[in-house]
């Protein structure tokens, strides 16, 4: 048994702690426009469909759009380069919200879920952001390299629900219209930082090595822990993330304290980034991942208790707490996982897998929550994150297989 090349460095290329600040402020840009789309995209497919029950697939259907990008984005940058990928997305989630506002304009449900589905471009190449960061790095460094990407999300936390609220109105009496022309310039944005990225591209020899196959790397039981971990994760959270402002509004509160519940939330999501890379230093990733769970199941109770605005804000804001360890645990025991020459393959079929699960979770969270209620929509989370937790448990100390 031996490492792969990639971690064999005695320290991390200069440009890895380069790019780490732009990819971060590019983490801030993408995640304050998907929290505009997370605190308005419900209640304006609420406004415009017919069937109650699909209001939220508009959010639903950015979802889908990942997981369908999230493979065709990897081998795009795998030819072409991470930089030439995020300013693609980049594109993409410009042309998305502007066709968003177009739809909001002229009152088109469909197409406004079509506009959404197309934002799943910019949040598939998003999703390497992460993983860029640790291109090249060895093993040491990279939790804290992932967490720091990720910190980024902290400035969204405020700016994408406070954009929300003062541009929801702008062009009344057409609402939430000024919403999504702000997701477009923030999408240009992200753009223009991106092109000072500097990620070497990976030569012609490592683009000819194919590496052992999928199936093969797939089957390692650190990898199982690692999806896992990520899949539901990401999947309770937007679960419950999805019906939250429509379960709000049916309970009788107001945008604004919806949105500050999603602010909360999103800051739950990335805050507890500065520190949680030297945590998995410090007690180790499996430990992590599991507090992660029982974060998730706390909020669950907390969001089960009762109706109030506390309820609805401790059940996020744990639920935020418990992603950002399971998802960022995930991704460090991912990155053990594979090879240089494996990496594309590795990291598609883990966001493919990611991003199909909270596809499901966000599409049958509007139909549960309509059919059944809020209490329902809490619950039904439960078994999934316990059987993370066993999982995680059971496989997440095992050591990768990995070849030169």
């Avoid at 497919?45 to 259907?61: H, M, S």
């Avoid at 640790?134 to 406070?162: H, K, L, N, Q, Y």
């Avoid at 959270?237 to 939330?265: E, K, N, R």
């Avoid at 966001?351 to 969270?365: H, N, P, R």
Wanted: hydrophobic share 55%; charged share 10%; proline share 4%.
């Amino acid at each position: 048994m031996v490492t792969s090349t990639e971690g064999a460095a005695a320290a991390p290329a200069p440009s890895v702690w380069r790019n780490v600040p732009i990819l971060s402020l590019g983490q801030a840009l993408f995640v304050s426009g998907m929290s505009i789309q997370i605190s308005v995209g419900g209640l304006v497919g609420y406004g415009l469909a017919e069937d109650k029950g699909t209001a939220t697939l508009p959010v639903a259907a950015t979802v889908v759009g990942t997981a369908l990008f999230t493979v065709p984005a990897a081998f795009y940058m795998r030819r072409f380069g991470r930089r030439a990928g995020f300013i693609l997305g980049g594109v993409f989630g410009t042309f998305s919200a502007l066709l968003s506002a177009y739809a909001v304009n002229e009152g088109m449900f469909w197409l406004f879920v079509f506009s959404s589905l197309l934002f799943g471009a910019f949040n598939a190449t998003a999703q390497y952001y992460r993983f860029a960061a640790v291109d090249g790095a060895p093993e040491r460094v990279r939790a804290r390299a992932i967490s720091f990407v990720m910190a980024g999300g902290v400035i969204a936390a405020f700016a994408g629900p406070e954009i929300a609220k003062h541009t929801r109105d702008l062009f009344e009496p057409v609402l939430y219209l000024g919403a999504y022309l702000a997701v477009a310039v923030i999408s240009v944005l992200a753009c223009l930082l991106l092109a000072f990225l500097r990620i070497p591209p990976m030569t012609a020899a490592q683009r000819a090595e194919t590496g052992r196959p999928l199936t093969q790397i797939m089957a390692q039981p650190v990898f199982i822990a690692a999806v896992v971990s990520a899949v539901v994760g990401y999947a309770t959270m937007s679960f419950l993330m999805t019906a939250t402002p429509l379960a709000m509004q049916v309970c009788g509160f107001a945008f604004d304290p919806t949105a500050t519940v999603i602010q909360f939330h999103v800051l739950a999501m990335f805050l507890p980034s500065f520190v949680t890379g030297s945590l998995i230093d410090r007690f180790g990733v499996r430990t992590i991942i599991i507090t992660g769970g029982i974060l998730n199941l706390a909020g669950i109770l907390c969001g089960w208790s009762g109706i109030t605005w506390w309820n609805f804000w401790a059940n996020l804001v744990l639920l935020g707490i418990g992603w950002n360890f399971m998802f960022i645990g995930g991704t460090t025991l991912l990155t053990r996982t594979y090879t240089v020459a494996e990496r594309a393959k590795s990291q598609a079929a883990n966001d493919f897998l990611v991003f199909g699960g909270m596809a499901i979770a966000s599409l049958s969270s509007g139909k549960v929550l309509h059919e059944f209620g809020w209490e329902t929509v809490v619950l039904v989370a439960i078994p999934a994150v316990v059987a993370a937790i066993v999982v995680v448990a059971l496989f997440g100390g095992r050591r990768p297989m990995l070849v030169e």
